[in-house]
């Protein structure tokens, strides 16, 4: 009977990876993919692999951000064949899936560990609960809140680096004259929208970001600070023109390589400097909030658990939730990633210069929620077209652009 | 094609009724059903899941007052036209000229079809980057001395759906070729001579003889065609990702990121509707003259 | 069916003139010469550079020749290029691939086949009307049918399975097959069928015996159209299967869409050339069975 026995060597092989307690393999869906975000997710699957309950880390990177990766993790949790473990930007992506009781509870392990505690601001912890009961791990804090500048460009130029905005338009022409790029910036809808949520925290300061994109106040979206705002982003938009790329980590090159002089984007981008060999203070330097309103914003990566049948499994997802909050792997994998530890009690020494800036501004309070945590996907895909469409616009006026958003803001849910 | 012999008793007819369920259960089930359902619930507010709690026309105001859905109607519009257009008229001629008992037919005819079997995607890259003005024909022009040459469809929103349907012909136009070839290969050489005898210039006798007896091959072409355009979607992501800005959207791109990304099933779903809509408006008509009043001869 | 191969042109018939330098071949030759110009370019570019070094690609020029040729970017993408922690390349997802074709396209061949046999031949009450939903389906957006598909997949059990996407892949490639075999199917002469029946022979006994045999052009047709367009697909293998089945088109994606540091143009090309190797290979090959079979019958109806 060897058809039979080979048949049972076969069903015996198929079924002890999932039996067998020495190896439970969790799958982990994920969009980092870029230089400094797999490095950073390796360390992770480092410590998960090396927990000492034989875990091991099947690692699912779908490239091409988040457009391309959440479709595919929502339909595999929602067609009953989810992965171990998947990332989310926390906030009101994952809102649905947990109120059809598609992912786990967390809670009980949050409150054994003392995650809240271990938690500087407890409202970190907020976007990661839902009925006072906590679904996801916070793996870092990140901030969009940064000008990132190439010192060189301006220094071989006889320019003084500047240190807000303000200076930062008033510089641009000169560096046009060189043939320049004063502002690097993707095409991307996210970074076009990113960097218009950027300025406006900068810019018109932290209440009137929040009246807008919190209170859902159409009048102040349509007010004069805002419209001030959109002067400033139309003025911006012509200081773009010529970043002819996609990816934000193109745009960041240019600014590496000096082909453009600066650009918004969130703290990740240090990751591309660094990799790049790159010294903050020295070769590049970064603007909190632009300069003008030092702050840092708290949107953030995070993993969501999804309910799964096989209890060992399950088992692991526990395990692999306090790895991911332990010290050791936030440090390692924060150091890699260019963002915040979400717990404050750890020892970041060897942080650079722009990461501890932005501890600092943590530790005084200087916070503001992001877009992601106030605004449904829905609002912010609105408003992600609408600044695609304004910042690639020549004819768009900043007048009817503010008109627009303050539609979409009224009619938000 | 003849009207076979009909049997008479219905029970003799089972085994092809019965080898005909995988289609009719398709048909039925996901095509007519999941079109249905796409359309009960475009009138929903569905997020992320599908739920039923009735908003009656809302997203359809919405969709008709986003600037985004229409723009990529027109885009689609626009793209439509010049890629029916100019698949049937390239794909003609060339089958035309092939068709001359010329030297190398295998070899041209390779090199005109053998684009269908890259992807959409691949497409896009690879003329993504020629269009590219940094590095592609643009920068090559301007090398060899014409300093002013200006051509950089990807990145200027006035022309950038001409960017892409100059990379969806590349792909594209092969097929309709092979098509157009073999329907020329089966018009009986007797029309021809006809033709000669009777004096007809040639330009004459493929516009009112040869094409008028090649309405079936124009039928499967104006199918998969027109298929391909309502559905284009790959080839932006690939090449353009909508850009610059929101100009080269189309409707299939606006459902998915509305659907997926937007996490606001219904508004997709109501675009999708729409979409499903304008193809009925054109279907059904054929439907009729396919099916309908006239007798199979 | 047989394939009118010989048929005249607007000029005499019989051996070809003499003189090679007509005005009338000048035309066209010239005019073939420069579109497949146009339709080779885009190939030329991805041979070349995925032939160079990222140095040479930075200087510029993409049309020009490799000055130093290096595989280096072909052993990249087939082995070593990363997608988050994998760094083997396309080669993970190469047996996936033919995995998922093979049973696809069997499978989608051989219940449109019968599909266009039962619509041409035995044509029921209603099959009018199913056809022409098909048809309909021909046009429904991919996307659109995403998440019914989803849940139909779910409450059948086939949801991430290898089986859940060859059936998918049966049901989207069914409009436009289903439409050349019946197109096919139609264009055979009657009598045979009408002999058949004459003999006693049942609706399969005719299918096997009789039309199979006489259908070797449109199943070509049918292979090499269901080849090409499940090789590429990357939507539905990726939504409806896991990582351990994702086709060779998710690893190109990922590859293409990861950037580390600078864009490798010269790896993306050649982890381009490789994923389209396969369909390539079958047109290069089959180009000529590929027009004999669509002129066998895919034009009548």
């Known amino acids: 009977m060897r058809l039979r026995t ?408 | 094609m003849a009207q076979y012999p009909r049997p008479v008793q219905l029970f003799r007819n089972l085994n092809a009724k019965i080898a005909a369920i995988p289609m009719i259960v398709t048909a039925v089930v996901i095509f007519a059903g999941g079109t249905i359902w796409t359309v009960v619930y475009s009138f929903t507010n569905s997020k992320l899941l599908p739920r039923v709690k009735w908003v009656g026309l809302d997203q359809y105001e919405r969709l008709w007052s986003t600037s985004r859905w229409l723009i990529s109607i027109e885009n689609l519009m626009i793209y439509g036209v010049c890629s029916l257009i100019f698949s049937l008229v390239i794909g003609f001629m060339l089958a035309a000229l092939l068709d001359q008992k010329i030297r190398f037919e295998n070899t041209f005819r390779s090199i005109f079809l053998f684009p269908f079997a890259l992807s959409f995607i691949v497409t896009g890259l690879v003329w993504q980057w020629i269009l590219n003005p940094d590095f592609g024909v643009q920068s090559v022009i301007r090398e060899l001395g014409w300093e002013s040459f200006s051509f950089d469809p990807l990145y200027n929103p006035n022309i950038v759906i001409y960017g892409i349907l100059i990379a969806g012909l590349w792909q594209g136009t092969g097929l309709i070729m092979c098509l157009m070839l073999a329907g020329l290969r089966g018009i009986d050489e007797d029309v021809w001579k006809a033709a000669r005898v009777d004096g007809i210039p040639v330009w004459k006798t493929y516009l009112f003889i040869i094409i008028p007896m090649m309405r079936p091959v124009f039928i499967t072409t104006l199918v998969i065609i027109a298929s391909g355009i309502v559905r284009v979607y790959d080839l932006v992501v690939a090449q353009t990702s909508g850009g610059p800005g929101i100009a080269s959207e189309v409707p299939a791109k606006y459902v998915y990121d509305k659907m997926f990304l937007g996490q606001n099933l219904a508004q997709g779903f109501a675009g999708s509707t729409m979409m499903l809509l304008s193809v009925l408006i054109v279907l059904i008509p054929w439907a009729y003259l396919e099916f309908g009043g006239k007798k199979r001869v | 069916m047989d394939p009118v191969r010989n048929r005249v042109d607007g000029g005499p018939s019989g051996p070809r003139p003499r003189r090679r330098f007509s005005r009338r071949n000048i035309f066209i030759y010239g005019t073939l010469f420069v579109v497949a110009v146009y339709y080779l370019l885009p190939l030329y570019v991805m041979i070349v550079t995925s032939l160079k070094g990222m140095p040479e690609i930075r200087l510029g020029n993409i049309f020009s020749p490799p000055v130093e040729i290096t595989f280096e970017p072909w052993v990249k993408a087939w082995a070593e290029a990363c997608t988050g922690l994998n760094c083997d390349g396309l080669s993970r997802g190469f047996w996936n691939s033919v995995r998922i074709t093979v049973p696809s396209v069997f499978l989608s061949i051989a219940v449109a086949s019968v599909n266009g046999y ?157 994923t389209g190797l396969v369909p390539l290979v079958i047109y290069f090959i089959s180009g000529k069975l590929f027009v004999r079979g669509i002129a066998a019958g895919a034009v009548k109806g």
Not at chain 1, 86 to 98: C, I, K, M, P, S
Not at chain 3, 187 to 203: I, W
Not at chain 3, 218 to 247: E, S
């Open chain 1, 6 to 413: 080979m048949i049972a060597a076969l069903a015996a092989s198929a079924v002890l990876p999932i039996t067998g307690a020495q190896a439970t393999d969790l799958e982990v869906t994920h969009w980092w993919t870029s230089g400094g975000e797999a490095a950073a997710v390796a360390e992770f699957a480092k410590a998960f692999d090396n927990d000492g309950a034989g875990d091991h880390w099947v690692d699912g990177a779908i490239a091409g951000s988040g457009g391309v990766a959440r479709p595919i993790m929502i339909s595999r949790i929602t067609g009953g064949d989810p992965m171990g473990a998947t990332q989310f930007n926390h906030g009101r992506q994952a809102e649905e899936l947990v109120q059809a009781g598609l992912m786990r509870d967390l809670t009980d392990l949050a409150d054994k560990e003392g995650w809240r505690d271990a938690i500087g601001d407890p409202k970190l912890l907020d976007s990661c609960t839902l009925d006072g009961k906590v679904y996801c791990v916070p793996v870092n804090i990140h901030s969009w809140q940064w000008l990132w500048l190439n010192r060189h460009v301006y220094e071989d130029n006889g320019l003084a680096v500047p240190t807000n905005w303000e200076e930062f338009v008033s510089t641009a022409p000169a560096l046009r004259e060189k043939g320049i790029i004063p502002l690097a910036m993707g095409n991307q809808p996210w970074q076009s929208s990113g960097a218009f949520n950027v300025m406006a925290i900068a810019l018109t300061g932290v209440d009137n970001f929040l009246a807008v994109n919190r209170d859902k106040d159409a009048e102040v979206a349509a007010g004069p600070a805002y419209a001030r705002l959109f002067k400033a982003a139309a003025d911006a938009r012509d200081l773009r023109q010529g970043s002819n790329v996609q990816d934000w980590n193109q745009a960041t090159s240019m600014v590496i390589t000096g082909k453009a002089a600066g650009q918004i984007m969130g703290d990740w981008a240090q990751g591309e400097f660094a990799v790049a060999g790159k010294v903050a203070g020295v070769d590049y330097d970064c603007l909190p909030g632009l300069g003008t309103n030092p702050i840092v914003s708290t949107d953030g990566d995070a993993f969501y658990f999804p309910k799964l049948d096989d209890p060992d499994k399950s088992a692991a997802q526990l395990r692999l939730a306090s790895v991911m909050f332990s010290k050791e792997a936030q440090v390692a994998f924060n150091l890699k990633k260019g963002s915040m530890p979400i717990r404050t009690d750890v020892d970041l020494a060897q942080a650079n210069a722009c990461m501890k800036k932005g501890i600092a501004l943590l530790k005084e309070g200087k916070i503001a929620p992001s877009t992601n945590q106030l605004l449904s996907p829905d609002t912010s895909g609105q408003i992600e077209d609408l600044m695609t469409e304004f910042w690639s616009s020549d004819s768009m006026s900043a007048e009817d652009a503010q008109k627009r958003y303050a539609e979409i803001i009224a009619n938000a849910d």
């Open chain 3, 118 to 274: 039962a619509l041409a031949n035995w044509r029921f009450r209603g099959a009018d009307i199913f056809f022409t939903i098909l048809i309909f389906g021909a046009f429904i957006p991919y996307q659109v049918m995403l998440y019914p598909i989803v849940i139909i997949l779910r409450e059948i059990g086939l949801y991430g399975t290898l089986w859940g996407l060859v059936l998918v892949h049966t049901i989207f490639g069914m409009p436009i097959l289903t439409l050349l075999f019946r197109n096919y199917f139609t264009s055979l002469p009657e009598e045979l069928f009408k002999a058949a029946r004459v003999d006693g022979a049942g609706f399969w006994g005719i299918y096997f015996r009789i039309m199979l045999p006489m259908s070797l052009p449109i199943f070509v047709v049918a292979i090499i159209l269901q080849v090409t367009g499940i090789w590429n697909d990357f939507l539905f293998g990726v939504i409806y299967t896991k990582p351990d089945l994702y086709p060779m088109t998710v690893q190109l994606n990922n590859i293409v869409n990861s950037v580390q540091g600078v864009k490798e143009y010269n790896v993306n090309m050649a982890a381009t050339l490789l």
